[in-house]
Each structure stands twice: as structure tokens, then as C-alpha cells.
């Protein structure tokens, strides 16, 4: 019996102003968690290396995390849930339907 489903992604060439700020990343990523109908417990968000905004927010069911470079458009995404894969996929098409990357690679493991 696994313990949930884990989405892993990347997204390519995504328009620079949509992942620019942690404000646009935070507000993506709770329009995602009502979307997908999990329940926040918090979230998270800080620069990597001084300009690379990533935003977590941790779920009763687990968590979504983004991280984006905004000087080449790219995002790596990753869902993580417990209460089946229906949500975890709502969250991703969400995300690609929102980001509009070029491009996007996407991984499933149940765990």
C-alpha cells in the first residue's frame, strides 16, 4: 500500500514576469491549493542565490514547491500528495496552464 504520488516537473521558457517575485509565486501557488482542494497548513518563500524566487507551501496532505530562474524562464515544480493522484495532476495542469512554459517534462511516482 503506497503512501501517496509525487509529481516532479520542469518547465521551460516560462514568461519572465509570471516568475519574477515570490509575491506572484505565492499567489499562484494558493490558487493551486484551492484549485486542487488541499488543505494549507503554511507556506514559504525566499531568493535562491540572491535573484531565484521559490515558494513552498506545506500541506496536511503534503507539500508544492516552485522554484524559478528568471533569467531563463525556467520553473522545477514539485507536488507531493496523500489524498490520491486526481489532485496532484489538477495542481499540475494548473501550474503549466498558469506558467505557460514552451515546453515541460513531468514525472508520476507513486510512493
Do not use: Q
Amino acid at each position: 500500500m503506497g503512501m501517496g504520488f509525487h509529481i516532479i516537473a520542469s518547465l521551460k521558457d516560462c514568461p519572465i514576469d509570471k516568475i519574477r517575485s515570490t509575491s506572484k509565486l505565492n499567489k499562484l501557488l494558493n490558487n493551486i491549493v484551492d484549485e486542487a482542494k488541499f488543505h494549507k497548513v503554511g507556506e514559504i518563500s525566499c531568493h535562491i542565490n540572491g535573484n531565484k524566487p521559490s515558494s513552498f507551501v506545506l500541506l496536511a496532505e503534503s507539500h508544492v514547491s516552485i522554484y524559478s530562474d528568471p533569467s531563463t524562464g525556467n520553473v522545477e515544480l514539485d507536488i507531493f500528495c496523500c489524498n490520491g493522484e486526481d489532485s496532484a495532476r489538477t495542481a499540475l495542469n494548473k501550474m503549466v496552464s498558469s506558467l505557460k512554459p514552451n515546453s515541460f517534462i513531468s514525472k508520476e511516482v507513486r510512493r
